[in-house]
Nanobody
Framework: EVQLVESGGGLVQAGGSLRLSCAHS????????IGWFRKAPGKDREKVSC????????VYADSVEGRFTISQDNAKNMVHLEMNNLKPEDTAVYFC??????????????????WGKGILVTVSE
């Protein structure tokens, strides 16, 4: 059974930083991607960033490119999202997600099979 548990969210002022972590278990194969999606009130769900577990290719949403960095720690079964220069529009519930297939679209809408419960990030003015 795959389990994903997010941590590290909270309240931060604009311009500040947070580090989200996702502890995962049950991922016994190598052909998957893992990353972060977010959902803000009144907005559609959107991708934030993903990393291909085997090939280490990373993708970022345009809105976070240059501010956020995704990384994985295979020894600890963890994935991290370092978020810098946070903006109020980054306020959302952030979900750790495992993509089991992507049809060539890493961090796209296909194969988003496993989800964590989500963690709230609030960025104040």
């Amino acid at each position: 059974e795959v389990q994903l548990v997010e941590s590290g969210g909270g309240l931060v002022q604009a311009g500040g930083s947070l580090r989200l972590s996702c502890a995962h278990s049950g991922l016994t194969w190598d052909d998957y991607a893992i990353g972060w999606f977010r959902k803000a009130p009144g907005k559609d769900r959107e991708k934030v960033s993903c990393i291909d577990h085997a090939f280490l290719r990373k993708v970022y949403a345009d809105s976070v490119e240059g501010r956020f960095t995704i990384s994985q720690d295979n020894a600890k079964n963890m994935v991290h999202l370092e978020m810098n220069n946070l903006k109020p529009e980054d306020t959302a519930v952030y979900f750790c997600v495992v993509q089991t297939y992507n049809l060539g679209n890493l961090c796209g809408d296909y194969g988003l099979e496993y989800w964590g419960k989500g963690i709230l990030v609030t960025v104040s003015e």
